[in-house]
């Protein structure tokens, strides 16, 4: 069936036409779509309560069709303590009271499709929250009953089991195991956390537990979603035995996205994620004859073997995986070059697109890791890199975004990116609520800094964002990087976003899944796609004159008369 293409009132012209092009249609979407990433605490708080929520949503969405993205993930809006932002979720059928009712996800879904834009959740499959049910059920139940079959509790080591029972590491820092509280007894088991201990690992061989998250996918695909963004993708199954890490296997205190990925590791990338994969691709098929079509899903799975994570994508299983290896490369042009080559080749092994994405809300922002010399790491180690160079880094996080939306593909966008919005690297101690704050005995801040509400105008307190003061205070110069002020600003970011995207969805160039290399000196990284589009990127510290004849149709800096200045990426129509 036809996808409804229904456009509101607001966003047609005069004479009733519509001002932008369609987006990508048909069962295949995913694979050239950009997608606009929601992190819902802090993109617009329509009920004044100082957090962001689903009437902020819908009341934005004009901003979100104009900017030209063909769809939104939302992070995790389930009923939740929120120990993690929402990443413990304690009822995947109902919506946070502080987001809204389910009632009103139900209208937004219906009023993103109106806006001829797509909707993709945030699916929690490797734990739960420690307040969720069956977990309630699993704390008061004794050792081996099916409450606590459902998750993974185990006697503890030591003469009274009062050591951990092996020693694997919480990702936010500490053992990933927790002794069950109130129980004081030599009994009392420990349940096994691979992230915070508000969020106990589900046990995935265990039958109850796949049938539950397959009920609940069709609970969201029946109301329409579009797809489910896969929380820990590699992380779901483990090895029943449990083994011990060996100390040299350990990395920055188990941390996902760190370290080297081994092969047979006992809880990353183990083979039996696949099955589960399988079962929920054929849940997806099963909606191909529904008016939205198929439904997709995209992979946030960090640490898999070398060439692994082609292993996801297979026909069968998961659609699309983020490459976060883009975003981690240096700022160079041959290192590019191979990361851009190898996630290519890797994918195309298996038929899927490539996913691009440079930032999230776990991660560092392009403007402030390009403006620290590009460390990827830096708010997860805690280290002090320095002061950010914000003019290089916005610089930069500008060419990095026209090098993304040149490649084949699909493309993220994490809220603000658009904008260039840096972290924000001095909230006060007591505004930090990221668990990694804690866990790490206030060493490493963690992600907070990337999770700042965005500046829609100058008015105070919220800056646009919300009436009320905002649950983590956004700097007040980014007035000046609000969204009022940028669409008013010929040269801004926000302006660059939107007439990349358009550019995108407007020019053939842009979709099929080619890209060729040119050679264009050292420094210089330069492809093109079919015969209609050049992107090049100037990595080195010359200025270098443009090809001759061509004709720009955008560039992320200005140029100094056809010649590409450093840290400028162009896109040119070929002479
Ligand atoms: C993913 C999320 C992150 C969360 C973690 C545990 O990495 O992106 O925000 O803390 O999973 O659910």
Known sequence: MK?????????????????????????????????????????????????????????????????????????????????????????????????????????????????????????????????????????????????????????????????????????????????????????????????????????????????????????????????????????????????????DRHDLDGDESGGKPVAGHPHWDRDGVHQIYREWSAIARSYAHTDRGARMFVAEAWRVRPGGLARYLRPGELHTAFNFDFLKCPWDAEAMRACIDD?????????????????????TRPVTRYGTGGDWTRRRSGLDTGAVDIALGTRRARAAALLMLALPGSAYVYQGEELGLPDVDDLPDHALQDPIWRRSGHRVRGRDGCRVPLPWSGAEPGLGFSAAAPWLPQPSWWRRLSVRAQTATPGSTLTLYRRALRLRRTRAAFRGASLHWIDAGDGILAFGRGAGLECLVNFSARTVPLPGGSTVLLSSSPLESHRLPPDTAVWLRPG
């Open 3 to 247: 996808e409804r293409r229904r456009l509101p009132a607001a966003h047609e012209t005069a004479g009733g036409r519509t001002s932008r092009p369609a987006r990508p249609a048909g069962q295949d979407w995913w694979r050239h779509a950009v997608i606009y990433q929601i992190y819902i605490r802090s993109f617009a708080d329509g009920s004044g309560d100082g957090i962001g929520d689903i009437a902020g949503i819908r009341s934005r969405l004009p901003y979100l069709a104009e900017l030209g993205v063909d769809a939104l993930w939302i992070t995790p809006w389930y009923s939740s303590p929120m120990a993690d932002g929402g990443y413990d979720v304690a009822d995947h059928r109902a919506i946070a009271a502080e987001f809204g009712t389910l009632a009103e996800a139900e209208e937004l879904i219906e009023e993103v499709h109106r806006h001829g834009l797509r909707i993709v959740l945030d699916l929690v499959p490797n734990h739960t929250s420690d307040r969720h049910p069956w977990f309630a059920a699993a704390r008061a139940a004794r050792p081996g009953s099916v409450e606590r079959a459902r998750y993974w509790f185990r006697p503890g080591r030591g003469r009274d089991g009062e050591l951990p029972p092996n020693d694997w590491r919480s990702v936010f820092g500490g053992p990933a195991w927790t002794r069950v509280a109130g129980e004081t007894d030599t009994q009392a088991e420990w349940y096994l956390h691979l992230f915070a201990p508000e969020q106990p690992d589900l046990n995935w061989d265990n039958p109850e537990v796949r049938a539950e998250f397959a009920s609940i996918l069709r609970f969201w695909f029946d109301r329409g979603v579009d797809g489910m963004r896969v929380d820990v993708a590699h992380g779901l199954v483990k090895d029943p035995l449990l083994p011990d890490l060996a100390v």
């Open 343 to 363: 996630h290519l080749t890797a994918l195309s092994e298996v038929g899927a697109p490539a996913t691009w994405v440079l930032s999230s809300h776990d991660l």
